[in-house]
């Protein structure tokens, strides 16, 4: 199988996150350039869970 071209340049964010960097360390914690909150907030209102979905109808 051949191997995945790299793409060049940065992808298209949302403009919420414009800037966003998230990294994991070599002990495994999750290094972040946006307070957690906030991206869980963002995440909040802008995806929709699947598991959450049936129990908002009721």
């Known amino acids: 199988m051949p191997k995945k071209m790299k793409k060049d340049g940065d992808p298209e964010v949302h403009e919420d ?3 966003f960097d998230i990294k994991i360390n070599t ?3 999750i290094k972040s350039n946006i307070v957690i909150d906030k ?3 963002f995440l909040n209102d802008n995806v929709d869970d699947k598991k959450l ?3 908002e109808e009721e």
């Open 53 to 55: 979905r049936d129990s």
């Open 39 to 41: 991206l869980n907030t």
């Open 17 to 19: 996150l414009k800037g």
């Open 27 to 29: 002990f495994g914690e």
